[in-house]
């Protein structure tokens, strides 16, 4: 194999790169309307996920819900699914490819076919401040997937029972009275909340870095259809270690529903119109 450098090797690393889904055809999130809706919403529940654990919760549709950081910095694995049909879940590939490696205020997470609407929308991020460091690190990544059973015991020879995938397999079962061999296919990759991570300039690898979360810090989403979410606070901690350990110090999450005073003047996202011939 010629693996010698060609003579126009600046040349052909020169071209310019093109964006390949341009973003602003994209539906509008009318971050207006939830910015008046939100500061009358009530909230209606809660719920605490503990360390190293997993748990469901319910959203309806026009309603907000709130991830906040408490008692210390901790990172968790979001999922989402379709109340009315688990099938319909976040895609986090097409995600990434809309709005980036990262998500902030503005962005949504997006289902995956046939379906591809907008599942939620953030409408706050008290670490978008962060933006993008010198390492090219960034909060709210929609780039790994979740720590798992299957790849740490492929890397370690061990078998550890806590990972984010297995916390997610085991709350979603027992939120949808599944076993655990029909709720697994369900899980799917996250958005990593709070998680600080990027790609090493040298070799490309994904790295992870001590997440920049505090107590009291939180990221705010829209449910912009009828939605059950999956949350599990990582094993991992901050992620500033390591992951899948019961040695880094984990705390819980926790997840606030809030409803707003009245309907907005705002239409429910449809199932793609694309129709095959």
Same mark, same amino acid.
Not at 174 to 195: I, S
Not at 258 to 269: E, T
């Given at each position: 194999?010629?693996?010698?450098?060609?003579?126009?090797?600046?040349?052909?690393?020169?071209?310019?790169? $093109?964006?390949?889904?341009?973003?602003?055809?994209?539906?509008?999130?009318?971050?207006?309307?939830?910015?008046?809706?939100?500061?009358?919403?009530?909230k209606t529940g809660e719920c605490l996920v503990p360390p190293r654990e997993a748990r469901c919760?319910?959203?309806?549709?026009?309603?907000?819900?709130?991830?906040?950081?408490?008692?210390?910095?901790?990172?968790?694995?979001?999922?989402?699914?379709?109340?009315?049909?688990?099938?319909?879940?976040?895609?986090?590939?097409?995600?990434?490819?809309?709005?980036?490696?990262?998500?902030?205020?503005?962005?949504?997470?997006?289902?995956?076919?046939?379906?591809?609407?907008?599942?939620?929308?953030?409408?706050?991020?008290?670490?978008?401040?962060?933006?993008?460091?010198?390492?090219?690190?960034?909060?709210?990544?929609?780039?790994?997937?979740?720590?798992?059973?299957?790849?740490?015991?492929?890397?370690?020879?061990?078998?550890?029972?806590?990972?984010?995938?297995?916390?997610?397999?085991?709350?979603?079962?027992?939120?949808?009275?599944?076993?655990?061999?029909?709720?697994?296919?369900?899980?799917?990759? $996250?958005?990593? $909340?709070?998680?600080?991570?990027?790609?090493?300039?040298?070799?490309?690898?994904?790295?992870?870095?001590?997440s920049p979360v505090r107590p009291g810090d939180y990221i705010?989403?829209?449910?912009?259809?009828?939605?059950?979410?999956?949350?599990?606070?990582?094993?991992?901690?901050?992620?500033?270690?390591?992951?899948?350990?019961?040695?880094?110090?984990?705390?819980?999450?926790? $997840?606030?529903?809030?409803?707003?005073?009245?309907?907005?003047?705002?239409?429910?996202?449809?199932?793609?119109?694309?129709?095959?011939?």
């Amino acid at each position: 194999m010629n693996s010698s450098i060609p003579s126009d090797a600046a040349e052909r690393r020169a071209v310019e790169p $093109v964006i390949c889904y341009p973003n602003a055809t994209l539906p509008d999130p009318d971050m207006a309307t939830l910015a008046r809706a939100r500061p009358n919403a009530r909230k209606t529940g809660e719920c605490l996920v503990p360390p190293r654990e997993a748990r469901c919760f319910h959203v309806p549709a026009g309603h907000f819900f709130r991830i906040t950081s408490v008692q210390g910095p901790q990172v968790g694995d979001l999922n989402l699914w379709s109340a009315a049909d688990p099938q319909e879940r976040f895609y986090s590939g097409k995600t990434r490819a809309l709005h980036g490696t990262h998500l902030t205020r503005g962005d949504r997470m997006w289902s995956g076919f046939p379906y591809l609407r907008p599942m939620a929308t953030v409408t706050e991020d008290t670490l978008e401040w962060y933006g993008i460091d010198e390492h090219g690190g960034s909060v709210h990544d929609v780039i790994g997937t979740r720590c798992d059973p299957y790849t740490h015991h492929m890397l370690s020879g061990e078998d550890y029972h806590r990972c984010c995938h297995s916390n997610l397999t085991n709350a979603l079962a027992e939120e949808l009275g599944l076993g655990r061999e029909a709720a697994e296919p369900l899980v799917h990759d $996250v958005l990593n $909340v709070f998680m600080c991570t990027g790609f090493t300039r040298d070799t490309g690898q994904y790295f992870m870095k001590a997440s920049p979360v505090r107590p009291g810090d939180y990221i705010e989403f829209f449910a912009e259809i009828d939605l059950i979410g999956g949350l599990s606070a990582c094993p991992g901690g901050d992620c500033g270690a390591e992951h899948s350990s019961d040695t880094a110090a984990c705390h819980p999450l926790l $997840v606030e529903i809030f409803a707003p005073a009245g309907p907005l003047d705002r239409p429910r996202p449809g199932r793609s119109g694309y129709r095959w011939p």
